[in-house]
């Protein structure tokens, strides 16, 4: 089990970099956020996981400054974040419902990309294995590479905190680890990661905090070991204490 | 290269290396084609008669008699297709998520849509660039080119277009769909026809008189040869309130309340500048003919007279009031800016009706006719000013062409083969490169 090995997960202590704080949104009648709070130690990978409609989106939508929160507010080292420009400097927000431009190609995707920011990485280029599809057109690349194509956006940039909705969809199982390892080697390197997932057993791989958002409301929010010790489930897996929770 | 040229860039490239964006640019090769060669066809056969006329060759000018009917072919494109081609820069943005990226990026909200604005305006100035070749042939016919009339029907066009730019960008910025945005905003462009619709049918006088502030009204201005700063002031004002705005709508980061707030300001800064506008009159003919303009002597006379007021007792739904404000009122707003003219009502118009009361310095000439000839004795009489003689005025010769049916086919010839060939040449050209790079991939 030489994978297992290599995914094994290190908690960092980080201090508490980014605050989320009560933070409510209603659509019309429907509570989509009711007081959502938890914090996001600097240096760590926080998986927000939960079932479908939970809210996932929306709190990662809210925490980039795609929409504005009816209540709360979100702190960044104890300062309010409230403009849109503020959280853009800090944060890079990868939304799960992004089709990058069809009619380009790989190529001209990313030189855009590297113009406008002024930031290069070929190391991602050759992480994400983009250079042999360079001049594919973007609606021909399979699912996978336009996930790919999704995160060298998200990844593009020096800003402190990664925001990734769903950012495992449409890998098959050898891609997953590749990703999985591009992740943890940009933590490495000292950035932040919010992720939205789904597939927990995915969660599970990478995340070193979790936050278990269900109809809106946080069910529970801490490390592996903090959620078996407090719902009684020692060496459960993270589904299993998922559903334990849910209960 | 700078940072905003980059978005630039891709924008123009986003515009123009679209099926739509040559779709469109064929079209107006085609329809451009078609109307400039119905007119040239018209302009000559009428033109057999005054060759040896020298009084009916006065008549023929070839602004009104051949680009004006041209230019009628893109004013139909413009209010009917350029939205299908301007909307999709930013509403696909907003469906395919691709504004997050963008927004991302170091540009702010003002960055991203003034690069798709620019984008837009250069495809309008291409659009325009296809028309050139109109003017080319008829030089090559030995037509005669008035340079300072046709300036002003381009601008006219240019200004139309960019509003039809400003509309869509309203609709895409509003609309979630691409299909619905389209369909808004060529609602709100056709408005325009209905209310003008409504005033020629004599529907209401509410339409009668908002047909004063629609957009083909003030087009007319320019298809006339007339540089309106009033008109121009219009455009402007109506594309800087849209583009706006959209602005306000993009902006997800504002509040609803805040959003709100800035869309009412803006309708009220408009409106209230649009009224500031309206005040003044100040249009100058630009035509080699002045035919907006009365003789230079009776000109000349009129600039000495003072305050100069008008009551009309007539419905402006009227012919003969339609009649007398193309004729004489519109030509003599060219002379006065500061004419007061009173539009009577009730019981007022009922009892007088069909009357035109003149009044300078406190006295007054009445009168029925709505013809120069019966209306300018009155008014020179109360003002104590004569009217000089007309004299080394040079006359406009007028300019008709007899042009062979033969030599016509080039027409065809340019807009029908030379132009859309070449335009999808350099689509396909464009197009085949990536295909062969992809299959060496």
């Known amino acids: 089990m030489v994978f297992l090995k290599t995914l094994k997960i ?16 209603r659509y019309l009648k429907t509570v989509a956020l009711d007081k959502v709070s938890f914090e996001v130690s600097e240096g760590s990978i926080m998986g927000i996981i939960g079932p479908n409609g939970a809210g996932k989106s929306t709190l990662l939508d809210i925490i980039s400054g795609f929409q504005n929160p009816d209540e709360g507010g979100i702190y960044y080292n104890d300062q309010p974040v409230s403009l849109f420009k503020e ?9 799960e419902n992004l089709t990058i431009y069809p009619d380009y190609t790989v190529a001209a995707f990313i030189d855009f990309i590297q113009l406008a920011t002024g930031y ?9 294995n983009l250079a042999k599809l360079k001049n594919r057109k973007i609606r021909h690349l399979s699912k996978g590479y336009h996930q790919r194509l999704k995160l060298f956006f998200a990844l593009s940039n020096r800003k402190k905190i990664i925001v990734l909705d769903e950012p495992f969809n449409g890998f098959d199982p050898v891609q997953l680890i590749e990703i999985l390892e591009l992740i943890k080697e940009k933590n490495r390197q000292g950035r932040t990661f919010i992720l939205s997932i789904h597939h927990l057993y995915d969660a599970e791989k990478i995340c070193h905090y979790y936050t278990l958002i269900d109809e809106g409301r946080v069910v ?20 299993q204490i998922f559903i334990r929770a849910l209960q | 290269m700078s940072r905003l040229s980059i978005l630039l860039v891709k924008e123009i490239r986003d515009i123009f290396f ?6 469109f640019l064929m079209l107006v090769s085609f329809i451009t084609g078609y109307s400039f060669l119905t007119a040239v066809e018209l302009y000559s056969e009428q033109s057999l008669s005054a060759v040896n006329n020298p009084l009916y060759a006065r008549g023929f000018e070839p602004v009104p008699g051949v680009f004006v009917p041209t230019y009628g072919g893109l004013f139909v494109l413009f209010s009917l297709f350029l939205p299908f081609v301007i909307i999709p820069l930013l509403s696909l943005e907003k469906q395919n998520g691709t504004l997050a990226v963008l927004i991302q990026l170091p540009y702010s909200f003002k960055d991203i849509l003034i690069a798709k604005i620019s984008a837009a305006f250069f495809f309008l100035l291409m659009t325009i660039l296809l028309t050139l070749p109109c003017f080319i042939l008829w030089q090559l016919y030995g037509g005669h080119i008035p340079f300072n009339e046709l300036f002003v029907l381009i601008s006219g066009y240019l200004l139309y277009g960019l509003f039809v730019v400003s509309v869509s960008f309203f609709a895409a910025a509003l609309f979630e769909s691409t299909a619905n945005a389209s369909i808004f905003s060529i609602l709100l462009i056709v408005l325009s026809w209905v209310i003008d619709f409504g005033k020629n049918m004599d529907v209401s006088t509410f339409l009668t008189s908002l047909s004063e502030w629609t957009v083909t009204r003030n087009l007319k201005y320019f298809e006339q040869g007339i540089l309106s700063f009033t008109a121009s002031m219009y455009f402007v004002l109506l594309c800087s309130f849209f583009f706006i705005l959209a602005y306000i709508l993009l902006r997800f980061d504002l509040r609803i309340k805040s959003k709100l707030k800035r869309l009412f300001a803006t309708v009220v800064l408009f409106l209230l500048a649009l009224f500031i506008s309206f005040q003044s009159s100040l249009n100058t003919d630009m035509t080699e003919s002045h035919r907006h303009l009365f003789s230079p002597a009776v ?9 100069l007021e008008i009551d009309v007792y007539m419905k402006k739904s009227d012919s003969r009031f339609r009649d007398y404000q193309n004729k004489f009122l519109n030509k003599l707003l060219l002379v006065l800016n500061d004419i007061k003219i009173r539009m009577m009502t009730g019981r007022e118009l009922n009892k007088n ?6 009044r300078i310095n406190g006295k007054q000439g009445k009168t029925y006719s ?3 000839k019966e209306i300018f004795p009155i008014i020179f009489k109360l003002a104590g000013v004569s009217v000089g003689q007309d004299n080394g005025q040079q006359v406009f010769p007028g300019y008709p062409l007899v042009i062979k049916k033969e030599q016509l086919t080039i027409i065809q010839s340019v807009f029908y083969l030379v132009i859309p060939l070449t335009l999808i040449s350099i689509f396909v050209f464009k197009n085949f490169k990536l295909i062969r790079r992809d299959n060496n991939d």
């Open chain 1, 10 to 25: 290190n908690t960092p202590q980080g201090i508490k970099m980014l605050k989320i704080s009560n933070i409510s949104k």
């Open chain 1, 87 to 95: 959280k853009k400097q800090l944060i890079s927000y990868m939304p």
């Open chain 1, 120 to 128: 290069e990485d070929p190391e991602l280029i050759k992480t994400l």
């Open chain 1, 220 to 239: 529970t929010t801490g490390s592996i070991e903090t959620l078996r010790h407090k719902f009684g489930v020692e060496k459960a897996s993270l589904e």
């Open chain 2, 18 to 23: 679209t099926k739509t964006g040559l779709l």
């Open chain 2, 299 to 307: 000109t000349k006379a009129l600039q000495e007279i003072p305050d």
């Open chain 2, 353 to 358: 009706y069909g009357l035109f009361i003149y």
């Open chain 2, 370 to 372: 709505n013809s120069e």
